[in-house]
């Protein structure tokens, strides 16, 4: 029996336009903070700022757009926010003191936080049911090829290229974001459930905002994002105190490249044996690359650490945001989406702060040797709250599938 087709017109479309919509976040993420000490004379705290209020506004849009999914439709919603995303894009051209420029950041940020739940409610109906675990896994790769790219980027612009064709590169990538998200075609289900919803009655209800059914995997994946903000904001700056800031750009591409290279596999048995058979190890992975990483004094460790976490982190993160879709109704999975993202980057924006406090006090070696302990405590946290659910008789499976 053939497989369902994954890649088709409208998978590789929302794969192309949330991989321009990351990459223009990412290429932003790093050279605004630059910008804005250099150029508009702003202090290191309130450029610091930049992410912050990015964020926020993300998140307290999010439980939003997850309900004004369900009312409108997917792609109107989809649609509107990469023109507010592009908006705020075009708007970095104006701001003439950081003040200015937060403001443009919060505003953008609604734009984000929209398109990013759309996107990730989006692709959940174009992937075959069947496939689910590795459609999942190669959308993310989108985000994750995003990140490598858009900080490089982002660093060339601001410091070789000038101001003016920074924001000209990123009006590109966002206009680029919302072409490709025009031309996606939705299943035509889409129209009869809107309908559908349409026509009741609505009071306002927790469940209206936040899906109950991904909650508790959406707070595991907040725990891992704690952890993983530690690496995010700070191992560029751990790799410099050690003596190795010559590799420390290289420590995305590795890990970039060992993630793309396991997510065919790690997809496939995802959906053949669970999430567990893939969850548990990928667990023990980022935990032992953490460790290595506290420990490291050579370029060889600092890059085996990055290969480790991003075959662990890297699977993770694919792993919890599928099995949040999967645990909820097709019809709510914009909530599922929504609140799966709110708790994530909720818990990267507490780890950020956690980890910079806790870090100046006993330093990034300890730190990460802790954190390493931290992620393996994430076992257990996560067989409480999903874990124990999965029903993982491989032997069963084999015998239903033969017969």
């Keep these: 029996m053939s497989k369902e087709a994954l890649w088709t017109k409208g998978f590789i479309s929302i794969w192309i336009s949330n991989f321009f919509l990351f990459l223009t976040f990412y290429y932003l993420l790093v050279?605004?903070?630059?910008?804005?000490?250099?150029?508009?004379?702003?202090?290191?705290?309130?450029?610091?700022?930049?992410?912050?209020?990015?964020?926020?506004?993300?998140?307290?849009?999010?439980p939003f757009a997850g309900n004004f999914m369900q009312k409108i439709g997917k792609k109107p919603i989809f649609i509107v926010a990469l023109v507010l995303f592009l908006i705020g894009t075009l708007l970095y051209f104006l701001p003439q003191s950081v003040g200015g420029l937060l403001l443009v950041r919060a505003f953008h940020g609604i734009g984000f936080g929209i398109a990013t739940t759309a996107t990730g409610t989006i692709v959940a109906d174009l992937i075959p049911n069947s496939r689910r675990g590795e459609g999942m896994g190669y959308y993310?790769?989108?985000?994750?090829?995003?990140?490598?790219?858009?900080?490089?980027?982002?660093?060339?612009?601001?410091?070789?290229?000038?101001?003016?064709?920074?924001?000209?590169?990123?009006?590109?990538?966002?206009?680029?974001?919302?072409?490709?998200?025009?031309?996606?075609?939705?299943?035509?289900?889409?129209?009869?459930?809107?309908?559908?919803?349409?026509?009741?009655?609505?009071?306002?209800?927790?469940?209206?905002?936040?899906?109950?059914?991904?909650?508790?995997?959406?707070?595991?994946?907040?725990?891992?994002?704690?952890a993983y903000s530690s690496i995010l904001s700070f191992v560029s700056v751990y790799a410099n105190a050690k003596g190795l800031a010559s590799v420390s750009g290289y420590f995305f591409v590795v890990y970039a490249v060992l993630m793309l290279m396991a997510r065919p596999f790690t997809g496939r048995w995802f959906d053949r044996y669970g999430a567990n058979i893939i969850i548990y190890p990928c667990i023990v992975l980022f935990a032992v690359g953490m460790f290595i990483l506290s420990g490291m004094h050579t370029a060889g460790l600092f890059l085996v650490a990055a290969?480790?976490?991003?075959?662990?982190?890297?699977?993770l993160f694919p792993s919890f945001q599928t099995i949040a879709i999967q645990s909820a109704e097709p019809q709510r999975r914009g909530l599922a989406t929504a609140t799966f993202l709110s708790l994530f980057d909720s818990g990267i924006g507490i780890g950020s702060f956690l980890v910079g406090f806790i870090g100046d006090k006993i330093g990034f070696s300890s730190l990460y040797f802790y954190t390493s302990i931290y992620i393996l405590l994430g076992l257990v946290v996560y067989y409480f709250m999903y874990g124990k659910k999965v029903k993982q008789n491989v032997g069963e499976l084999a015998e239903k599938k033969v017969g």
């Design 140 to 226: 993310s790769m989108s985000m994750n090829l995003a990140m490598v790219i858009g900080p490089f980027l982002g660093l060339m612009a601001i410091n070789s290229w000038g101001v003016q064709l920074l924001f000209i590169i990123a009006s590109i990538c966002a206009l680029l974001s919302l072409g490709t998200g025009i031309a996606i075609r939705l299943p035509k289900q889409e129209n009869r459930q809107v309908h559908a919803h349409a026509k009741q009655k609505h009071t306002f209800k927790w469940s209206n905002i936040f899906e109950p059914s991904a909650l508790s995997i959406s707070f595991v994946a907040a725990l891992f994002g704690i």
């Design 307 to 315: 290969g480790l976490i991003g075959i662990g982190y890297g699977t």
């Design 31 to 62: 050279s605004l903070p630059i910008y804005a000490i250099n150029h508009l004379h702003g202090h290191q705290a309130s450029a610091g700022l930049i992410v912050t209020i990015f964020l926020i506004s993300a998140i307290v849009i999010r």
